[in-house]
């Protein structure tokens, strides 16, 4: 039974007068912070406030770079070389870093957003270039990447510091990846379904697909969603959850 797990949540995703999540009311609750870099969302504004907001609670600063898609929400395929894919996630989890460092603190780790997450899962070649970006930042940053997916077999091979990442407020395939959005059970949205799901995966190193198929995982950090409305209550309940049980909260 894993006895830790780092809380990560997706965060930082205003952008001009759009507002998007409850950043300062989930920051305390989590250990890591993925904050959007500019491309899917967020900009420089509101990067520099969500990573002093992290470095003021102690909690790990991430990069979150997608896809250039504004208008989607990083959250439409598009067809990209792998050095394209190199380029971006360079460039953005730089300007993460940079801000890291005015504020006096340092990038902890990278965590692909969206359609470039579920993309390079997949896709070998594309987790690859994902993971040469990720080496090239130096400084020990680490990769976040879907639990038993290519994208964790290509941060190994470079030899870098690969944290498994398994999801409490969304559905499963058979495959191990996420289901759609948009497919029934694809985003759960209570708080006690979270909370059962996240236990098996902690307790029993599976998750329980939408077919009823029991698939493994390797929980080494657990996301929830920033923009999703219960973000709040499922954090609170999960850290109970985790208090009752012994189970301690770290950054990797």
């Known amino acids: ?30 250990t890591s912070a993925n904050i959007a870099a500019g491309f899917h969302a967020g900009d420089p504004g509101t990067i520099r406030t969500t990573v002093r907001l992290a470095a003021d609670h102690g909690v790990a600063i991430g990069a979150h770079p997608g896809l250039p898609d504004l208008s ?20 953005q989890a730089g300007a993460i870093e ?16 969206g359609a470039l997450y579920n993309m390079s899962a997949m896709d070998a070649e ?15 940053v680490q990769l976040y990447a879907l639990s038993n997916s290519r994208m964790m077999d290509a941060g190994r091979k470079h030899g ?4 498994g990442e398994v999801f409490g407020d969304r559905g499963y395939m058979d495959d191990g990846t996420l289901a759609p959005r948009g497919q029934p059970g694809g985003m759960i949205e209570e708080a006690s379904k979270s909370v059962a799901q996240v236990l098996s995966m902690i307790n029993e190193g599976v998750v329980v697909s939408l077919s009823g198929k029991r698939v493994p995982v390797a929980p080494d950090t657990l996301c929830l969603h920033g923009d999703q409305p219960g973000a709040v209550a499922f954090a609170t309940a999960l850290r109970q959850t985790f208090a009752a049980q012994g189970i301690a909260l770290a950054a990797p």
């Open 1 to 30: 039974m894993k006895k830790s797990i780092d809380l990560n949540c997706d965060m930082g995703e205003s952008f001009g007068a759009w507002k998007m999540g409850a950043d300062a009311a989930i920051m305390p609750l989590i």
């Open 72 to 91: 989607g929400f990083g959250r439409r395929t598009m067809k990209v070389s792998a050095q394209e894919i190199y380029d971006m996630v360079l460039y």
């Open 98 to 113: 940079a801000f890291a460092r005015a504020a006096g603190a340092r990038l902890h780790h990278v965590k692909c957003h």
């Open 126 to 140: 594309l987790s690859d270039a994902i993971a040469r970006a990720v080496l090239d930042l130096g400084g020990g």
């Open 160 to 163: 870098l510091t690969t944290i």
